[in-house]
């Protein structure tokens, strides 16, 4: 997302906890902020990609976090999958700092930021986002406006609860079909064909195969352990807001814990 900022053109500053993670940026004309704080002073929108609640928190409202410095009209842009709880408290912190919070998730994957193909789901006030939009279009096919602030993340929490479930399913049809004597190959034409398989469901399907193939693989058990806790930490936001909400989803609880076996790790410990 970032390298896509930069080859648009728009000046782009760039700050990581890890310095070598910031290195291709920075060959490709990305300035580097010494700090969060520095970075929230010589901007007017900042994106934020962490990977849970806590950590978007740290940055946000932590000793030497973006709101420590920054002016009234800076915007914030959280793109991490995080609960609505906790956008609308840093909505709450940063309100009387003239600073606005948006909750821009994103759906896509890695392939989708480096082709452009982002869909963002915002959150918060319509003018904030048409301040971020030129930012955001530079990675994005489409940009929807959700509502409120915290809707971004819901969707983006509601959006992930029903990739998982696909992927859970699509494994454990395959081995129905296949214990049935199936070429999954076949079952996943005519799911094709009616509109219920989809490339990722395929992928997942695929995947799994390849790891039962090679079980003692070591890149491709780290590869499933990477999915599999990334799956699980976004199910476990999703619940925790369900909690919240007063929403029973007992299906989620389920696919939850049946993450590792989804990805074709099978021993205890899930990993």
């Known amino acids: 997302m970032a390298a896509r900022i930069v080859a648009g053109g728009i000046a782009t500053t760039v700050f990581d906890r890890r310095p070598e993670a910031c290195e291709a940026l920075a060959a490709r004309g990305a300035l580097v902020a010494p700090s969060t704080a520095a970075l929230a002073a010589s901007v007017d929108v900042v994106g934020v990609c962490v990977r849970d609640d806590a ?46 919070i948006l909750d821009a998730p994103i759906t896509g994957g890695a392939a989708g930021a480096t082709n452009g193909t982002l869909t963002y789901m915002v959150g918060g006030d319509a ?38 479930m696909e ?16 070429d999954v190959e076949k079952l996943i034409e005519v799911s094709r064909s009616g509109g219920i398989m989809t490339d990722a469901m ?17 890149t491709l058990i780290e590869r499933a352990q990477h999915f599999v806790a990334l799956a699980e930490k976004d199910l476990d936001v999703a619940l925790d807001c369900a909690r919240a909400e007063g929403v029973a989803l007992p299906g989620t609880v389920a696919c939850r814990a049946l993450m590792a076996s989804t990805y074709g790790l099978s021993d205890e410990a899930k990993r």
Request: aromatic share 4%; with cysteine.
């Open 167 to 182: 992927f859970l399913a699509a494994r454990e049809a395959a081995a129905l079909a296949r214990s049935a004597g199936v």
């Open 127 to 164: 003018a904030a986002l048409e301040r971020c939009r030129p930012v955001f279009a530079t990675s994005a096919a489409r940009i929807v406006h959700t509502g409120a602030l915290g809707t971004g993340a819901a969707t983006k929490l509601s959006n992930n609860l029903m990739l998982y």
């Open 202 to 218: 395929a992928a997942v399907i695929a995947f799994g195969d390849r790891l039962a193939a090679a079980p003692g693989d070591k």
């Open 55 to 100: 950590e978007v928190a740290d940055v946000v409202l932590g000793a030497g976090g973006l709101l420590s410095a920054a002016a009234p009209g800076l915007v914030i842009a959280v793109h991490s999958t995080i609960t609505p709880r906790t956008v609308r408290e840093l909505g709450d912190a940063a309100a009387p700092r003239g600073v606005a």
